[in-house]
């Protein structure tokens, strides 16, 4: 017996970790459907439809109505009380305090299959997604980091592509090789990234802060915490847009996202979600990556004024400046 029977579908972060976890499953199950998504679509309840116990959710907030639940974010775990409940009722709960979502369902699934086909990969998904990855190897900007930077809820099909490929057991050189024209042209977008990043940076009180909202440019953490230096414990990446939608991956809402500056050699004391959950009570992740959407101040849900952000970003420092009392783990 498999933990998937009964199972038709996965709902997934849209991540390299998110679709390395759903690749696992359905290496082990090839009729599954996939759906991608982000955390706060499944917070706000925009995917409720796709939710039952026919359906496994990997690498995003716990759903009581799923049947299967695979994770890894400290935040995200479900209860004592709520995993009893899920469980007498039939749901699976396979949460694990694992370096990323792909290893905790490489750990459920490898005895029921061969997933040697992903041993080359799982552990550059452990590093990128638990902040393990070298200064070195980040800055190479090798074509599997690339990859990841090329995985987006605005390019659906090219997410199932590559969760296909992966699935199927084609070797990872064949499928970087595959995507070669977009890796390459990810490489002139890094520069676009960073040239970005430097323009948008400033560090207060050993906080890199970098405002890329309304501007159309991401960047994960790695890239402002590998500018920033060492001179930053952590960074701050407010994204989005300020009439943007959770609903709209081409224009998506007023965000952050908090990292800690994993390039560091001490390790990181503070757990930022604290900073994550103190406005917006849907956000969260990890102790060293997480993040929110920046909330209107009045604590209503009107539309967000520009005034909110600073707001956000004023709470978050004063959070930020005692976080030797507060924020210690």
């Known amino acids: 017996m498999s933990v998937l029977d009964g199972i ?17 499953l359905k290496a082990s199950k090839p009729e599954l459907e996939v759906h991608f998504a982000h955390p706060a679509l499944l917070r706000a309840g925009k995917i409720d439809h796709l939710i039952d ?33 899920f469980e007498n009722q039939g749901g699976i709960c396979h949460w694990r305090d694992t370096p990323s979502a792909a290893r905790a ?9 061969d997933l040697s086909h992903l041993d080359e990969i799982m552990p550059i998904v452990d590093d990128l997604d638990s902040g393990g990855i070298s200064l070195d190897d980040f800055m190479q900007d090798g074509p599997v980091i690339r990859l990841s930077r090329s995985l987006s809820l605005s390019d659906p099909e090219h997410m ?15 499928i970087l090789q595959s995507h070669k024209q977009r890796l390459d042209e990810l490489c002139n977008e890094r520069e676009i990234q960073a040239q970005a990043v430097e323009e948008n940076t400033r560090i207060v009180d050993r906080l890199a802060i970098c405002d890329l909202s309304e501007t159309g ?29 959770i609903d709209d991956p081409n224009r998506p809402a007023l965000g952050a996202s908090f990292y800690a500056n994993s390039f560091r050699e ?22 060293n990556a ?11 849900n009107r539309k967000l004024l520009a005034s909110d952000k600073e707001f956000n970003l004023q709470k978050w420092l004063e959070l930020w400046s005692n976080r030797d009392i507060e924020m210690l783990r």
Do not use: W
């Open 53 to 85: 116990r026919e359906t496994a959710i990997c690498d995003l907030p716990f759903h009581e109505d799923c049947g299967l639940y695979l994770d890894h974010h400290l935040t995200n775990r479900p209860n004592s009380e709520q995993q009893t409940v």
């Open 105 to 113: 369902a490489y750990d459920l699934m490898k005895n029921e299959l």
């Open 160 to 174: 199932q592509v590559v969760l296909n490929q992966f699935a199927s057991g084609l070797p990872l050189a064949e």
């Open 266 to 287: 001490e390790e990181n004391p503070y757990d930022l979600s604290l900073l994550a959950t103190l406005m917006d009570e849907t956000g969260g992740g990890h102790a």
């Open 217 to 245: 440019v991401r960047s994960n953490g790695y890239l402002i915490t590998a500018i920033a230096g060492s001179q930053a414990i952590a960074c701050c990446v407010i994204h989005g847009y300020i009439d943007g939608s």
């Open 8 to 24: 038709v579908r996965v709902v997934a972060d849209s991540d390299l970790d998110g679709l390395m976890a759903a690749a696992v």
């Open 290 to 300: 997480c993040g929110c959407r920046i909330q209107p101040a009045d604590g209503t």
